[in-house]
């Protein structure tokens, strides 16, 4: 496979998904002793181009790696980030790349993406348990972290009403009850 430059990976999104991509942006800075380039790619589509941008990464690095999804509840939405790095392998060329999407509370599903890299799994299981966000198809819906007995509708990364109450929070040394 062709190893495309960053500004040109990020052009290929906006060339394969359309209106499906919201923007990307490359960002670069020297890192150690000798100065080699450390390069992240941020990357933002639409939900309804997620499965497409997932599988334009594939075509990018024929096993890209997914280290894991981090989630963030801003309000309205919950933004899902899918941390992946591509040509690995090859010195001083491995890419970080950071695909976003944003979903509503309205309507908090997502695909699952085992089918195209099923060590997703894993992440996929917590995003479920900890976010509220529904990963349509995921062969394996088992919690991962929390209790069986653990309520359910509470999830612990969330800002709102669903997330955990007053009660279920303890207070960390050095900090003072709400």
Same mark, same amino acid.
């Given at each position: 496979?062709?190893?495309?430059?960053?500004?040109?990976?990020?052009?290929?999104?906006?060339?394969?998904?359309?209106?499906?991509?919201?923007?990307?942006?490359?960002?670069?800075?020297?890192?150690?002793?000798?100065?080699?380039?450390?390069? @992240? /790619?941020?990357?933002? =589509? !639409?939900?309804?181009?997620?499965?497409?941008? %997932?599988?334009? #990464?594939?075509? &990018?690095?024929?096993?890209?790696?997914?280290?894991?999804?981090?989630?963030?509840?801003?309000?309205?939405?919950?933004?899902?980030?899918?941390?992946?790095?591509?040509?690995?392998?090859?010195?001083?060329?491995?890419? @970080? /790349?950071?695909?976003? =999407? !944003?979903?509503?509370?309205?309507?908090?599903? %997502?695909?699952? #993406?085992?089918? &195209?890299?099923?060590?997703?799994?894993?992440?996929?299981?917590?995003?479920?348990?900890?976010?509220?966000?529904?990963?349509?198809?995921?062969?394996?819906?088992?919690?991962?972290?929390?209790?069986?007995?653990?309520?359910?509708?509470?999830?612990?990364?969330?800002?709102?009403?669903?997330?955990?109450?007053?009660?279920?929070?303890?207070? &960390?040394?050095?900090?003072?009850?709400?």
């Amino acid at each position: 496979m062709e190893r495309l430059t960053p500004q040109a990976i990020i052009d290929s999104f906006g060339k394969d998904l359309g209106d499906g991509f919201v923007g990307g942006s490359v960002y670069e800075c020297e890192v150690a002793v000798k100065k080699n380039k450390f390069r @992240s /790619l941020r990357v933002e =589509v !639409k939900k309804s181009a997620f499965r497409d941008a %997932i599988d334009h #990464i594939c075509h &990018l690095q024929e096993y890209p790696h997914l280290a894991i999804i981090s989630s963030s509840d801003l309000g309205a939405e919950v933004e899902l980030i899918y941390h992946f790095t591509i040509y690995y392998g090859h010195h001083l060329e491995e890419l @970080s /790349l950071g695909l976003r =999407v !944003k979903l509503p509370k309205s309507d908090l599903k %997502i695909p699952t #993406i085992t089918d &195209l890299i099923p060590g997703a799994l894993f992440t996929e299981r917590e995003t479920q348990e900890m976010m509220g966000v529904e990963v349509v198809g995921i062969p394996d819906k088992r919690r991962l972290f929390l209790p069986e007995d653990f309520p359910e509708g509470v999830y612990p990364w969330r800002k709102d009403e669903k997330g955990p109450p007053d009660d279920m929070l303890r207070v &960390l040394p050095g900090r003072e009850p709400k």
